[in-house]
């Protein structure tokens, strides 16, 4: 009778921590990077609904008269606002629709600092130019505009 050591196939305890330690290390890495696209990615939804607000006031003051018209309202209510020097210092903490109603969804952001309406020329016409800015939750985004007396 020979004896001979057969040679054993498979993996030592020590290969097969190692390969754990190894596997579960990449693991990580690749959750770590997929947490942070994850938590970034609602950011753009954000920024863009800032966005929205800031262009839905801006287009609302450049639809309005150059000049306060004729008999014209004069007052500090935006609903009856009729031209575009009205808009000039407005300012909410969180956002209303033109009627002053509270936009409960919208509570997280504000038309801030105020609305500024000022005059500047271009190529020899005098030109309202308004600047709008939304604070949001990400930041604040500043639009600007032109109105002129056409």
């Known amino acids: 009778m020979s004896m001979t050591k057969s040679r ?52 609302e003051i450049l639809l309005k008269d150059y000049a306060n018209p004729t008999g014209g309202d004069t007052g500090t209510v935006r609903a009856l606002f009729d031209d575009v020097d009205q808009y000039a210092g407005y300012i909410t903490t969180g956002i209303k629709d033109p009627l002053g ?26 030109v309202k130019i308004i600047t709008v800015s939304v604070t949001g ?6 639009l600007t505009g032109y109105r002129g007396n056409y």
């Open 8 to 59: 054993q196939r498979g993996f030592t305890l020590i290969e097969l921590i190692i390969f754990i330690v190894v596997v579960s290390v990449g693991l990580v890495g690749i959750l770590k990077v997929m947490d942070v696209t994850v938590k970034s990615s609602a950011d753009p939804m954000v920024r863009k609904q800032t966005i929205a607000i800031a262009e839905s006031l801006l287009e």
């Open 101 to 126: 109603v509270d936009v409960p969804s919208l509570s997280s952001y504000n038309i801030s600092p105020a609305v500024t309406v000022g005059t500047t020329t271009l190529g020899g016409l005098t």
């Open 137 to 142: 939750p990400q930041g604040m985004i500043s």
